[in-house]
Every structure is written in structure tokens, then in C-alpha cells.
């Protein structure tokens, strides 16, 4: 008989990756279905980068490469952390991984021991728990509603911390829940973790280009906190390059140098060409990423004002990322051809069944009291996608 490992079986499948293959399998049967549950940019990578690529290829940039990345591309990566972020970083500072999930990955079984305590603030993005599952960690989470605009508070945080508490996860901007943090409420948080010592923060900033409130705030500007801070990035969301998979990390040394060796017996670097063409990434100003995310602040008030005619559909206004995360409860109890929607899960099977749009229950991001819906697609997409939708909740009594 087939055994698989404790470890395998405990972890989750990846909601949002089972949602996207659902709505594939129902797309090979010829039904028209629109998938708004993947976080990818419908946008092309620049071509400027795609060129420098394609000279790396040429120039046979096709060997192994440091662990952490090429020193080339890790001394962009500073100089992007200083123009664009106010951040002092060095090169040995930075490991560059395949995609952010990794850098997490690499930072959490680093750092964490089996039993340690991670504060995660919830709604939080799909893959935090089952990371911290790997390490044997025990993650304590932090509820955040909508009428707090799905942030938490430093006493919130501060009723949480106990002295097995070793690590703070969370996002900003946030998936998935579009919430982003100012300058003042993340001081606010810096000021509660640097009261203990031995207590880390990661800051997960890959949705860093698409604000719609003005610059990005990054938690390790505080010169004080800055030390107990590690800083994940990346290109999938801000350039376009969801497939060439390159996250970045930023943290003190030791915390780089550990993070290196264990990237060094998992995967080795990542791709050296992906590294070229992030290299030019890097280089480019920020305001090469306005035209996206322009277009996502405009998607954004689109399938905004639609909700609004959607009754039942709860939302609040999302100022970064793409998606949206409306509270649903409205719907719970109701019933309509032989299915009855009881919680968040409920709702997105009935959505998939009946308007043939794909959404992801909110019990994958820690609330399944709300569902989440990306706007990275087309107008015309989410246009049809909202007038299904609403027909479909319509139906419900």
C-alpha cells in the first residue's frame, strides 16, 4: 500500500491553485466558464526585460549561479530597496529565490522551531498555515473584520504575544483583502515587537507597485525594528512575471546567510535567466508600473460599483493588490436548485455550478464568512462576471 509522509498529509491543497484546476476541468467541457480566483496580472512582462532575457540566452548566461543570486542582480535589488523604499540594504543582504513563496518558505524553516508561535493576522494569504505547518510551528491567528478594514491593532497584537511567540506574518498590500497599511499603523505595530526581543516580523510587500494610495510603506524603514525585519518581494505581481518565478528576501545577515544554505540543498539558485531579466526589472523606474496599476485602480472602482447592486454583497474599499473580499453571511441558509449555501464554500461551488464564474472560499484565507474575487482581467470579463454573479445570488431565497 502506497504511505505517504505525515508531513504531506497534513497539508492543505492550495485553495486557490483547486479552484483555478476546477474551473479548467469544467473549461474542458466546453463551458464558458470566467476564473476570477488566480492573482495574475492579464498584463505582458515588459519588453524591455523580455529582451534581456532573450541577450542572456544569447550571451550563454546558462550556468549554475551564486545560491542567492547573481551579485549583479542582488546590487540592483539595493539600489531599488534605496531609490524606491528608503531601505539600506547590502548585497549580502539579499537572497533571491524561486518566487516569494520560497523566500517564505526559507525564512519560516530558518528561523522557526517546532512548537514556536507565529502571529498571523487573518484574512491572510493561502500558503501562511501550511508553510508554517513544514516547520511544526503553531500559528496563532489574529482575526481582523471589515469594519476595521482587515487590519489589526497594536493592542490586538500585543494581547497575542507570549514568550513562545517567535514570528509576525502578514501582507501589505494584503492578499487577500486589498488592505494596506500606512505609515503610522505600521510604526504603531514596530513599536509592540520591539518590546520583545527575539521576535520577528515578515513583511510580505510583493503587491508593493499596485497602491492606489501613493507610495508604499515599507515596515523596515523604522530603524529601530529594522534588524528584526525580513522583507519578501519579488516581480511576479508589480512587472508581469508571475512564470519566471523570482522572489526576493531582504534581512540581517545572519538571517540571509542561513537562508542561503537552506536554498542551497533545496533548489540551488533560481533560473539565471530569470535573474537577467529581473536584473532589468530592478533598473526600471517605479513609474514604469503606474499604467498597471492605473488599470487595476480602474478595475477596481468597476467591480465596486457593480457590488453595489449586488444585495447581500458586503465589501469595503481595497486600496492595493487586486481582488476583492466581500463579507457574504447575507446568503447563508438560502437555497436554490437543490443547493443550499451555508458559509463561504458553500457560495463558491453554487457561483461555479450556476454562473459558471470562479471565486475562492474565504475559509482559505482564515473567514468563511467571505469569498475572494480577482479584478485581474479584462473590463469586459468582470462586467459579465458581476451581471452572472448577481443573477446567481439573485436566485437564491
Not at 18 to 43: C, H, N, T, V, Y
Not at 98 to 111: E, P, R, Y
Not at 150 to 159: D, M, N, R
Not at 279 to 287: G, I, S, V
Request: charged fraction near 25%.
Amino acid at each position: 500500500m502506497a504511505h505517504l509522509s505525515d508531513r504531506i498529509q497534513a497539508l492543505s491543497e492550495s485553495q486557490t491553485i483547486a479552484m483555478a484546476r476546477k474551473s479548467r476541468e469544467l473549461q474542458a467541457q466546453g463551458i464558458d466558464i470566467i476564473s476570477l480566483s488566480l492573482g495574475e496580472p492579464d498584463f505582458n512582462t515588459p519588453e524591455v526585460v523580455k529582451n534581456a532575457a532573450k541577450k542572456a540566452l544569447d550571451e550563454n548566461y546558462t550556468y549554475y549561479t551564486h545560491v542567492s543570486g547573481y551579485l549583479e542582480l542582488r546590487q540592483a535589488i539595493c539600489k531599488k530597496f534605496k531609490r524606491d523604499n528608503g531601505l539600506d540594504y547590502t548585497p549580502d543582504e539579499i537572497v533571491v529565490s524561486t518566487g516569494a513563496k520560497q523566500s517564505i518558505a526559507n525564512a519560516v524553516l530558518c528561523l522557526l522551531n517546532p512548537g514556536d508561535e507565529v502571529i498571523v493576522p487573518s484574512p491572510y494569504w493561502v500558503s501562511y498555515l501550511e508553510i508554517l505547518k513544514l516547520a511544526g510551528a503553531k500559528a496563532v491567528v489574529v482575526p481582523a473584520t471589515i469594519e476595521d478594514d482587515f487590519k489589526i491593532t497594536p493592542q490586538q497584537l500585543a494581547s497575542h504575544i507570549t514568550p513562545k511567540t517567535r514570528m509576525i506574518m502578514f501582507s501589505t498590500p494584503c492578499n487577500p483583502t486589498g488592505s494596506v497599511y500606512s505609515k503610522d499603523e505600521l510604526k504603531a505595530l514596530a513599536e509592540v515587537v520591539i518590546k520583545h526581543d527575539e521576535l520577528y516580523v515578515m513583511c510580505d510587500e510583493i503587491y508593493e507597485h499596485i497602491n492606489f494610495v501613493g507610495g508604499h510603506e515599507s515596515l523596515a524603514q523604522f530603524d529601530f525594528i529594522k534588524d528584526r525585519v525580513i522583507t519578501i518581494n519579488g516581480v511576479s505581481k508589480g512587472f508581469a512575471m508571475t512564470g519566471w518565478r523570482g522572489g526576493i528576501m531582504a534581512a540581517p545577515k545572519w538571517i540571509a546567510q542561513a537562508c542561503d544554505k537552506m536554498q542551497g540543498q533545496f533548489t540551488s539558485a533560481t533560473c539565471s535567466i530569470t535573474q537577467k531579466a529581473m536584473t532589468t526589472a530592478m533598473e526600471l523606474p517605479k513609474e514604469s508600473t503606474h499604467e498597471m496599476r492605473d488599470a487595476f485602480k480602474r478595475r477596481r472602482d468597476l467591480v465596486l460599483s457593480l457590488c453595489k447592486d449586488i444585495k447581500g454583497l458586503k465589501t469595503n474599499l481595497p486600496e492595493g493588490a487586486f481582488y476583492v473580499f466581500p463579507e457574504v453571511s447575507y446568503f447563508f441558509g438560502k437555497s436554490h436548485n437543490g443547493i443550499t449555501v451555508n458559509n463561504g464554500t458553500d457560495l463558491c461551488m453554487y457561483l461555479l455550478q450556476e454562473a459558471h464564474v470562479s471565486m475562492v472560499p474565504g475559509a482559505a484565507f482564515g473567514d468563511d464568512n467571505y469569498v475572494r474575487f480577482s479584478y485581474a482581467t479584462s473590463d469586459e470579463k468582470l462586467a459579465e462576471a458581476m451581471k452572472r454573479t448577481k443573477n446567481a445570488l439573485d436566485k437564491l431565497k
